[in-house]
């Protein structure tokens, strides 16, 4: 699967953004996926996944109440919907995926989009 992030930009803070991750391919159902994040001069860091079907998730807990996951198979598309956005949010911003079934807790992926910046001004 390839999978390409969009919807970054720049934003004040207390602002919000929906990322999407298109997917291609016919099997988008069959992927779980991931939103990861790398702030510059920091390591990247797991900001949420959602399962194939949509009905289950795990956040960061950091980013929990904020930063919302979801999906529209139909669409091959994935969300990361943010609130109440910080100047700490500022990083490039990466949809992943991989086969399901698969541990919602694991940071193992096999597929990565090319990410997509976002900037929180103060």
């Known amino acids: 699967v390839q999978l390409q992030a969009s919807g970054g930009g720049l934003v004040q803070a207390g602002g919000s953004l929906r990322l999407s991750c298109a997917a291609s391919g016919r099997t988008f159902n069959t992927y779980d996926m991931g939103w990861f994040r790398q702030a510059p001069g920091k390591e990247r860091e797991f900001v949420a996944a959602?399962?194939?079907?949509?009905?289950?998730?795990n956040y960061a807990d950091s980013l929990k109440g904020r930063f919302t996951v979801s999906r529209d198979n139909a669409k091959n598309t994935g969300y990361l919907q943010m609130s109440s956005l910080r100047p700490e949010d500022t990083a490039v911003y990466y949809c992943?995926?991989?086969?399901?079934?698969?541990?919602?807790?694991?940071?193992?992926?096999?597929?990565w989009g090319q990410g997509t910046q976002v900037t929180v001004s103060s």
């Open positions: 992943a995926a991989r086969r399901s079934p698969s541990s919602l807790t694991s940071v193992q992926y096999n597929y």
């Open positions: 959602i399962s194939w079907s949509g009905d289950t998730s």
